[in-house]
T-cell receptor, first 110, second 115 residues
């Protein structure tokens, strides 16, 4: 099973950048790194994914280490609405059993 | 484009009973996965269906079973309910499980309480 390790919680001030780390030392060459977040009382929602290169979208940026054993989700300006649990998972094709860890609970202070 | 919907929103059952949870996939998606999320934990994979066939299963006993219908909607059935089955049950649909880039779209979940 491909597992990831994340800090239990992090805290940020509103309008400041947030860097959420994830370790995935057992990643294989074809695994994609996906990030989801779960807002209170909702199902998880997709944030971003990548393989080797850094990725940007309207929600966040994903920085992937050169050896791919770790990655960092970057929220450029945290808002109160970004308070959620963030999950880093490894994605494989063909019915791979997606494994979610406990994720990182992000607290955003006004 | 309609998102993933689940019904019911909340459900209370007693130990030993059976329950059926329903999920309507996002339009065009042929794969559905079910997850169990206990309070304070991440979602745990139960199983996945692709075109009406079970395609992968997590560490859940056989009393957890599922169905996917030709319109790609899905059911999760749990027999002989136990207190530990109390959790949020999430379904997620996706378009192309064969790909590592496949993105899952989650429903809001069904909160099951077993008394």
């Amino acid at each position: 099973d491909a597992k990831t390790t994340q800090p239990n919680s992090m805290e940020s001030n509103e309008e400041e950048p947030v860097h959420l780390p994830c370790n995935h030392s057992t990643i294989s060459g074809t695994d994609y790194i996906h990030w989801y977040r779960q807002l209170p009382s909702q199902g998880p929602e997709y944030v971003i994914h990548g393989l080797t290169s850094n990725v940007n979208n309207r929600m966040a940026s994903l920085a992937i280490a050169e050896d791919r054993k770790s990655s960092t989700l970057i929220l450029h300006r945290a808002t109160l609405r970004d308070a959620a649990v963030y999950y880093c998972i490894l994605s494989r094709p063909w019915g791979f059993k997606t494994i979610f860890g406990a994720g990182t609970r992000l607290f955003v202070k006004a | 484009e309609t998102g993933v919907t689940q019904s019911p929103t909340h459900l209370i059952k007693t130990r030993g009973q059976q329950v059926t949870l329903r999920c309507s996939s996002q339009s065009g998606h042929n794969t559905v996965s079910w997850y169990q999320q206990a309070l304070g934990q991440g979602p745990q994979f139960i199983f996945q269906y692709y075109r009406e066939e079970e395609n992968g299963r997590g560490n859940f006993p056989p009393r957890f079973s599922g169905l996917q219908f030709p319109n790609y909607s899905s059911e999760l059935n749990v027999n002989a309910l136990e207190l530990d089955d109390s959790a949020l049950y999430l379904c997620a649909s996706s378009l192309w499980y064969q790909s590592s880039t496949d993105t899952q779209y989650f429903g809001p979940g069904t909160r099951l309480t077993v008394l």
